[in-house]
């Protein structure tokens, strides 16, 4: 990876009369622009983000989605949906004079960046997609329901489910959002906690302890529980899937850790099968963007954009 770069220029936009979101601007401000979308949803984007592209070659431009990390207010629900986010990263493009640029995404930024490139095709140059999340409902049972992942970490599954009641707990998802959207604070503290525990081991490929930060899990707790019991507005004719046809020319590198058990291995396979053209790179690692083989892949695919591609 790339030692992280000062930021060039930053700000927020006003992207409907609820959110504003936060863009920055880092590396060659004549470069070959390139947009990060973080995980989460609601995960936001720190600087560590910067340093999966060399700055000596690439305009990097980095947000922070609706209602997490700098973006304002935080942890809001309200008008927040993925096209949502599409039509924001429309306007952050359009905002800083960007014809096409490539897209980056990880984890539920690959489901975005998906949902974008399918939207506005012809602005994206190419994509970089790592942990692949297509917000269907068996990843969303692997992830928050009995039966998936809880069978690989037991013992973090019941630190888990200890705030929701015995007999809730065969629907996790709506149970936590009844914590995460009630008026108790307590309890919407206390959920938003444990919901983002468990995931934080998900997404490490061996479990250590985390945050301590109640109030900094609200956004992620709160955004991914909205996104999920919607199924991230993406069923149907909708569905990530069913639009492969509109990227299909798109150069695309996939990035995919065997051993990923916060998005495992199948949705990047189906995606893959959808879409032959892609370059799909299995390596030996979980779901962290940040771990070794993971990143190596990732730095050696910008780094391939950077000298094979022109736009």
């Not at 269907?136 to 329901?145: A, G, M, V």
Request: include cysteine; aromatic fraction near 12%; glycine fraction near 8%.
């Amino acid at each position: 990876m790339y030692p992280v770069c000062e930021t060039n220029r930053s700000g927020w936009l006003q992207v409907s009369p609820v959110h504003q979101i936060y863009w920055e601007e880092s590396g060659s401000p004549t470069g070959k622009p390139v947009i990060f979308l973080h995980g989460g949803p609601g995960a936001g984007a720190p600087p560590v983000c910067r340093s999966f592209f060399n700055p000596e070659i690439y305009r990097i431009i980095i947000i922070d989605q609706r209602g997490c990390g700098r973006s304002t207010p935080y942890a809001c629900v309200e008008d927040n949906t993925t096209w949502d986010l599409v039509a924001d990263i429309e306007k952050v493009r359009d905002m800083l004079d960007i014809g096409r640029w490539l897209v980056f995404g990880g984890s539920w930024g690959s489901t975005l960046a998906l949902a974008y490139a399918q939207t506005h095709p012809e602005r994206v140059a190419g994509l970089i997609l790592r942990g692949i999340f297509l917000c269907c409902q068996h990843e969303i049972d692997w992830l928050n329901e009995a039966g998936g992942a809880s069978r690989i970490y037991p013992e973090q599954w019941q630190q888990y489910i200890a705030p929701i009641a015995v007999d809730k707990r065969n629907r996790l998802v709506r149970a936590y959002h009844e914590l995460l959207f009630g008026d108790d604070e307590q309890q919407r503290l206390q959920a938003a906690k444990a919901w983002e525990d468990w995931e934080s081991y998900l997404v490490q490929f061996e479990p250590e302890p985390v945050s301590n930060d109640a109030y900094g899990a609200l956004a992620i707790a709160r955004i991914e529980n909205h996104y999920f019991m919607n199924l991230g507005w993406l069923e149907g004719g909708r569905a990530i899937l069913a639009n492969i046809a509109q990227i299909r020319d798109i150069p695309a590198v996939i990035v995919q850790g065997r051993y990923d058990m916060c998005t495992p291995m199948h949705s990047a396979w189906a995606l893959y099968q959808a879409w032959p053209q892609a370059d799909l790179r299995i390596v030996q690692g979980g779901h962290a963007a940040t771990e070794g083989d993971v990143a190596a892949a990732l730095v050696a695919a910008t780094d391939r954009f950077a000298s094979a591609y022109h736009w």
